[in-house]
């Protein structure tokens, strides 16, 4: 079973219990999911079964949309509704956010939280929190491509947030929260898309039937995941399958260099990448069935 689904993951359960409760209702084996949810938060979490599972690092790379709930006042040592409050302040007024939101716009540097995956001296630093060990996290460049105040009820501020991949948006809320002279943690998250992904597509694990026939495959993979399209020529399946070395003349348009997905005989067969010196090169071949 090669599938791409469109999970809709509920609050309180993690990302690998979602994907084991998957696998164990369709009876499989190999599968992975393309980005965590945090425990507390819900929303869309693509999950890959079978030999789609080499899709996983491309669909990772995707930017995400969320909307959240801010606290202000507030701050957690896990930035999140499950941490202790180890901070306190003032409210700020709604015009003092949107005074300090602009600099949240771009490509940012950020800290991740110390409750995180990241790793530290080869250990997940959330281990390294639980322990008691203090360790500084290594910011990273993230970029924010869009920010929307939906809703501010103080001490409440409901946010709708595009961004790349890596963003923590428990930072966001950290970070955010400092700049008013206040501080805040999220009280509410839920991924609303992953690239050409929606919510709204998604269903939940126990709508999910035995068969899979929800999962999403071939063209609604390539077109979904916004990867552009090349066409194998018949006369070129074979050497295509047989790894040899890809030629232009084998596809039925012209391509710009980049990623795309490789079709054939109206199955999606693989990844495929042209460097900028025209040169294809194989990403990975779906075995021909």
């Known amino acids: 079973m090669n599938r791409l689904f469109l999970i809709n993951k509920e609050s309180g359960v993690t990302s690998f219990q979602t994907v084991s409760r998957v696998r164990r209702k369709l009876k499989i084996k190999k599968t992975g999911h393309a980005g965590t949810l945090d425990q507390f938060a819900s929303g869309l979490l693509l999950i890959l079964t079978g030999r789609y599972t080499r899709l996983v690092e491309y669909f990772t790379d995707f930017d995400k949309v969320y909307r959240a709930t801010f606290e202000f006042g507030k701050e957690t040592d896990t930035l999140d509704p499950e941490g202790r409050v180890i901070a306190e302040s003032g409210i700020p007024p709604l015009s003092e956010i949107e005074t300090a939101l602009p600099s949240f716009f771009g490509k940012i540097s950020q800290q991740p939280p110390q409750y995180s995956a990241v790793h530290i001296d080869g250990e997940r630093a959330y281990r390294l929190a639980l322990k008691g060990r203090e360790v500084e996290m290594p910011s990273r460049e993230i970029e924010i491509f869009d920010w929307k105040i939906l809703d501010y009820r103080p001490p409440f501020l409901e946010v709708q947030i595009h961004c790349s991949k890596g963003t923590y948006i428990r930072s966001l809320a950290r970070d955010l929260g400092r700049?008013?002279?206040?501080?805040?943690?999220?009280?509410?998250l839920e991924r609303l898309a992953v690239g050409g992904f929606s919510l709204s597509d998604a269903v939940t694990v126990d709508?999910?039937?035995?068969?899979?026939?929800?999962?999403?495959?071939?063209?609604?993979?390539?077109?979904?995941?916004?990867f552009p399209v090349l066409s194998i020529k018949e006369v070129f399946a074979a050497d295509y399958f047989n790894?040899?070395?890809?030629?232009?003349?084998?596809?039925?348009?012209?391509?710009?260099?980049?990623?795309?997905?490789v079709f054939c005989r109206d199955r999606f067969a693989g990844?495929?990448?042209?460097?900028?010196?025209?040169?294809?090169?194989?990403?990975?071949?779906l075995a021909e069935e």
């Not at 596809?251 to 710009?256: H, K, N, V, W």
């Open 179 to 188: 700049a008013c002279g206040s501080c805040a943690y999220v009280t509410r």
């Open 207 to 226: 709508a999910l039937s035995e068969s899979g026939e929800e999962g999403l495959r071939d063209a609604s993979l390539a077109a979904g995941a916004g």
């Open 243 to 261: 790894g040899k070395p890809i030629a232009a003349h084998w596809f039925d348009t012209e391509a710009a260099p980049g990623l795309f997905a």
């Open 271 to 285: 990844m495929v990448e042209k460097t900028e010196t025209g040169f294809f090169r194989y990403r990975f071949v």
